[in-house]
């Protein structure tokens, strides 16, 4: 565990220690529970997957981790005078967009974890059609526009089994703490009426799916 801890401390990504060991928590619980595999959406350099390929490395299941690697409005060099811009990120030199697969994979196989994660390259909503396999855990930490993450939870939630455990990152309630649209996904969950809260740690929210029939 100490080493897993380690490597996701040391991993490019934004995501606090406190919340990502709840998210670890959660992981391995479910992953153990259920043996079904534990879905990413925002891989991003691999902060986060590391301790979801864990999750399912010692719980026999597997890992899937979706992004388009081009990253999100935010993180791109013109965005808010680069604020969330990683300069010693890849940018292509011939599009001029930005390239997180190589820092990914650079991650993942340092952390010796290669072989427990399906990376897919690829825009959410459109992973999420084909993707037929009912999930253990659904981590929603994609784009945080109301498009991208109410397209997140439109696509995903619906795979996920009962008893599965659907993770929210950066909801905020006060809108002057950040962005509002992982809140109004959250929201959407608790006002399906088949998601009940397991616990919030800072803005990581993990929710457990109930019976009954889900409308997203
Ligand atoms: C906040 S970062 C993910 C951080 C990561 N989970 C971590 O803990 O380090 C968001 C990522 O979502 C990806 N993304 C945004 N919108 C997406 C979409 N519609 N489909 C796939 N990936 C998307 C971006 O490319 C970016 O890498």
Not at 66 to 80: A, F, K, L, M, Y
Not at 136 to 150: I, K, P, R, Y
């Amino acid at each position: 565990m100490t080493d897993v801890v380690a490597a996701f401390e040391a991993a490019k990504g934004f995501m606090p220690r406190d919340e990502g060991m709840a998210l670890y928590g959660a992981a391995r619980e479910v992953a153990g529970r259920l043996g079904l595999p534990l879905l990413e959406v925002g891989t991003y350099c691999g902060r986060s997957t590391i301790l979801l390929a864990d999750a399912a490395r010692e719980a026999g299941t597997v890992a899937v981790t979706v992004d388009h690697h081009r990253g999100s409005e935010e993180q791109q060099r013109d965005w808010g005078g680069g604020i969330y811009h990683d300069p010693e990120l890849v940018v292509d030199g011939a599009s001029g967009l930005m390239d997180t697969l190589p820092t990914f994979r650079r991650t993942l196989h340092e952390a010796g974890l290669e072989e427990h994660v399906i990376a897919v390259v690829g825009r959410s909503p459109q992973v999420a059609k084909v993707w037929r396999q009912p999930l253990g855990l659904v981590f929603v930490d994609g784009g945080h526009t109301d498009e991208h993450a109410g397209g997140d939870y439109e696509g995903w939630a619906p795979l996920l089994a009962v008893g599965g455990l659907l993770v929210i990152h950066d909801v905020f309630a006060d809108p002057a703490e950040g962005g509002q649209a992982p809140y109004r996904i959250y929201r959407r969950a608790l006002a399906s009426g088949v998601f009940t809260q397991v616990s919030a740690t800072g803005s990581l929210h993990v929710l457990r799916r109930t019976p009954g029939d889900f409308v997203p």
